[in-house]
Nanobody
Framework: EVKVVESGGGSVQAGGALRLSCAAA????????MGWFRQAPGKEREKIAT????????YYHDSVKGRFTISQDKDKNTVYLQMSNLKPEDTAIYYC???????????????????????WGQGTQVTVSS
């Protein structure tokens, strides 16, 4: 059974930083695509960052470019989202996603277009106060 489990959410003041972690259990997610979505109250879910595990290529939504960094530790099969200069509008539930079937096109090159992921974590709350 494949699972992805997030950790690292919490509350922080504007301008602060948090790091989210996503541990993937199961060898099938050692390849393909992993990333992060978020959903704020009353808003649609949005894809904010992905990483193609085979070559570390990344995608970022414009709203987080320059502030968030996605990375991976292949030995630990873990993906991280380092979030800096946080803003109140970053407040949301953050979900880790994974799909071993996605190549570079669906993972990174497709840009802002929405792609369905096979595995989802339970979500972790990030709250940024002004």
């Amino acid at each position: 059974e494949v699972k992805v489990v997030e950790s690292g959410g919490g509350s922080v003041q504007a301008g602060g930083a948090l790091r989210l972690s996503c541990a993937a259990a199961g060898d099938t997610v050692r390849r393909g695509c992993m990333g992060w979505f978020r959903q704020a109250p009353g808003k649609e879910r949005e894809k904010i960052a992905t990483i193609y595990k085979n070559d570390d290529n990344t995608y970022y939504h414009d709203s987080v470019k320059g502030r968030f960094t996605i990375s991976q530790d292949k030995d630990k099969n873990t993906v991280y989202l380092q979030m800096s200069n946080l803003k109140p509008e970053d407040t949301a539930i953050y979900y880790c996603v994974a799909d071993p079937n996605w190549g570079a096109l669906a993972c990174v090159n497709i840009g802002d277009a929405q792609v369905e992921f096979l595995y989802w974590g339970q979500g972790t709350q990030v709250t940024v106060s002004s």
